[in-house]
Protein backbone atom coordinates (compact mmCIF):
# COMPACT_ATOMS: atom_id res chain seq x y z
CA UNK A 1 0.00 0.00 0.00
CA UNK A 2 1.14 3.52 -0.53
CA UNK A 3 0.21 6.47 0.87
CA UNK A 4 1.09 10.27 0.02
CA UNK A 5 0.51 12.84 2.60
CA UNK A 6 1.14 16.11 1.42
CA UNK A 7 0.72 19.08 4.32
CA UNK A 8 1.66 22.79 4.52
CA UNK A 9 4.19 22.76 7.42
CA UNK A 10 3.44 26.09 8.44
CA UNK A 11 -0.89 25.70 8.70
CA UNK A 12 -0.39 22.10 9.56
CA UNK A 13 -2.92 21.55 6.90
CA UNK A 14 -3.52 18.55 4.75
CA UNK A 15 -3.61 19.32 1.25
CA UNK A 16 -3.96 15.82 -0.60
CA UNK A 17 -3.96 11.69 0.74
CA UNK A 18 -3.73 10.21 -2.06
CA UNK A 19 -3.42 6.47 -1.49
CA UNK A 20 -3.16 3.06 -3.64
CA UNK A 21 -1.97 -0.59 -3.51
CA UNK A 22 0.04 -3.38 -5.50
CA UNK A 23 0.40 -7.12 -4.64
CA UNK A 24 1.99 -9.71 -6.00
CA UNK A 25 5.58 -11.33 -5.48
CA UNK A 26 6.91 -9.55 -8.78
CA UNK A 27 6.33 -6.11 -6.77
CA UNK A 28 7.42 -6.66 -3.66
CA UNK A 29 9.93 -9.54 -2.54
CA UNK A 30 11.35 -10.11 1.03
CA UNK A 31 13.25 -12.21 3.19
CA UNK A 32 11.10 -13.38 5.98
CA UNK A 33 14.63 -12.86 8.05
CA UNK A 34 14.46 -9.51 7.16
CA UNK A 35 17.79 -9.21 5.57
CA UNK A 36 16.64 -7.43 2.30
CA UNK A 37 13.24 -6.57 0.77
CA UNK A 38 12.18 -4.71 -2.35
CA UNK A 39 9.52 -2.83 -3.91
CA UNK A 40 9.38 -2.44 -7.39
CA UNK A 41 6.01 -1.14 -8.76
CA UNK A 42 3.78 1.31 -11.05
CA UNK A 43 0.76 2.18 -8.58
CA UNK A 44 -2.27 4.24 -9.25
CA UNK A 45 -3.24 6.33 -6.08
CA UNK A 46 -6.60 8.33 -5.60
CA UNK A 47 -7.36 11.30 -3.14
CA UNK A 48 -10.17 9.77 -0.95
CA UNK A 49 -11.08 7.23 -3.46
CA UNK A 50 -12.73 10.34 -5.54
CA UNK A 51 -10.30 12.49 -7.02
CA UNK A 52 -8.00 12.31 -9.36
CA UNK A 53 -6.30 9.43 -10.63
CA UNK A 54 -2.59 9.58 -10.49
CA UNK A 55 0.42 6.82 -10.70
CA UNK A 56 3.16 6.43 -8.42
CA UNK A 57 6.44 4.70 -9.25
CA UNK A 58 8.56 2.94 -6.85
CA UNK A 59 11.38 1.23 -6.76
CA UNK A 60 13.19 0.95 -3.56
CA UNK A 61 15.49 -1.62 -1.65
CA UNK A 62 15.96 -2.12 2.20
CA UNK A 63 18.98 -3.73 3.78
CA UNK A 64 18.62 -5.09 7.54
CA UNK A 65 21.46 -2.90 9.63
CA UNK A 66 20.73 -3.98 12.83
CA UNK A 67 19.30 -6.93 15.25
CA UNK A 68 15.74 -8.56 14.52
CA UNK A 69 13.79 -7.12 17.70
CA UNK A 70 10.04 -9.83 18.09
CA UNK A 71 7.20 -8.98 20.15
CA UNK A 72 4.28 -11.64 20.87
CA UNK A 73 1.01 -10.57 21.76
CA UNK A 74 -1.94 -13.04 23.35
CA UNK A 75 -5.38 -11.35 23.78
CA UNK A 76 -8.38 -13.55 24.85
CA UNK A 77 -11.55 -11.51 24.96
CA UNK A 78 -14.49 -13.76 26.78
CA UNK A 79 -17.93 -13.20 26.52
CA UNK A 80 -21.26 -14.57 27.68
CA UNK A 81 -21.46 -15.92 24.29
CA UNK A 82 -18.17 -16.38 22.53
CA UNK A 83 -14.38 -16.47 23.36
CA UNK A 84 -12.20 -14.87 20.82
CA UNK A 85 -8.33 -15.29 20.86
CA UNK A 86 -6.23 -13.53 18.82
CA UNK A 87 -2.13 -14.08 18.73
CA UNK A 88 0.37 -11.62 17.19
CA UNK A 89 4.31 -11.86 16.27
CA UNK A 90 5.31 -8.45 15.12
CA UNK A 91 9.40 -8.95 14.02
CA UNK A 92 11.14 -5.46 13.36
CA UNK A 93 14.56 -4.59 12.00
CA UNK A 94 16.45 -1.49 11.61
CA UNK A 95 17.45 -1.02 7.64
CA UNK A 96 18.92 1.34 5.38
CA UNK A 97 16.98 2.11 2.15
CA UNK A 98 17.66 3.71 -1.45
CA UNK A 99 15.66 4.23 -4.24
CA UNK A 100 13.63 6.64 -6.28
CA UNK A 101 9.97 7.52 -6.38
CA UNK A 102 7.87 9.46 -8.51
CA UNK A 103 4.68 10.68 -8.80
CA UNK A 104 3.59 11.06 -12.53
CA UNK A 105 6.93 11.70 -13.37
CA UNK A 106 7.09 14.25 -11.10
CA UNK A 107 10.21 12.66 -8.23
CA UNK A 108 9.65 12.44 -4.76
CA UNK A 109 12.22 10.64 -3.34
CA UNK A 110 15.50 9.70 -4.97
CA UNK A 111 18.72 8.43 -2.16
CA UNK A 112 19.32 6.70 0.80
CA UNK A 113 16.35 7.18 3.48
CA UNK A 114 16.96 9.63 6.64
CA UNK A 115 15.82 6.62 8.85
CA UNK A 116 14.07 2.72 7.47
CA UNK A 117 13.48 -0.38 9.08
CA UNK A 118 11.61 -3.86 8.18
CA UNK A 119 8.60 -5.57 9.69
CA UNK A 120 6.69 -9.00 9.53
CA UNK A 121 3.73 -9.45 11.78
CA UNK A 122 2.10 -12.79 11.85
CA UNK A 123 -1.42 -12.54 12.73
CA UNK A 124 -3.47 -15.39 13.68
CA UNK A 125 -7.19 -15.78 15.46
CA UNK A 126 -10.14 -18.07 16.33
CA UNK A 127 -13.49 -17.39 18.13
CA UNK A 128 -15.01 -20.13 20.16
CA UNK A 129 -18.61 -20.28 20.68
CA UNK A 130 -19.58 -21.30 24.07
CA UNK A 131 -23.43 -21.50 23.53
Given at each position: ?76 VKQPTYTY ?47
Open positions: MVGIYRRNTCTHTLIAAPFGSATGEEVFGFNRRLWNAHVKATIPVQDGGVGRLSYVAVDVTWHGSGRVQTDDHHDVIADTRDSARPADATGQITQDGTSIFDGPAISAAMTDTHFESRTISTQ
